[in-house]
């Protein structure tokens, strides 16, 4: 994927730039990925889509990318709140108790992203 075909696709007028958060997360970052000739989730252990996790306070939550030991990742659409993603990955990474039986213990100490897709 080029630039200006990430841009065509998720700039304003764009296919994707209507999608809602849902439905435009994964496709976003598996473009972006291409973009910058980067492995994408799944290709590696522990570097997945939609990471169970613990929060703070037993509650359960999703990391939209999570890669332990290097990042997680918050996607957000265009004109939503970044400091409300920010603060849901730094509860994610807070939480200190192991997850359930057959879930997974969250990230020590990722680099929290939220991102948000481009309205370029």
């Known amino acids: ?15 994707a730039f209507a999608l809602n958060e849902r439905q435009g997360a994964q496709p976003h970052f598996i473009d972006l990925c291409q973009l ?5 989730p799944g290709s590696v252990g522990d570097y ?3 990471q169970d996790t613990l929060v703070l306070g037993e509650a359960r939550g999703y990391a939209d990318v999570f890669y332990r030991d290097h990042f997680a990742w918050e996607n957000k659409a265009p004109g939503k709140n970044l400091d409300a993603a920010l603060k849901q990955l730094l509860t994610y990474s807070l939480a200190g108790q192991p997850a359930a039986a057959g879930g997974v213990r ?4 990722p ?10």
Do not use: A, C, N, Y
Not at 1 to 15: E, H, L, S
């Open 106 to 109: 969250p990230p020590h100490h």
């Open 36 to 40: 910058l000739g980067v492995p994408l």
């Open 1 to 15: 994927m080029t630039p200006q075909d990430f841009i065509t696709k998720w700039g304003p007028g764009g296919p």
């Open 111 to 120: 680099h929290p992203h939220p991102v948000q897709r481009p309205s370029v």
């Open 48 to 50: 997945i889509f939609e």
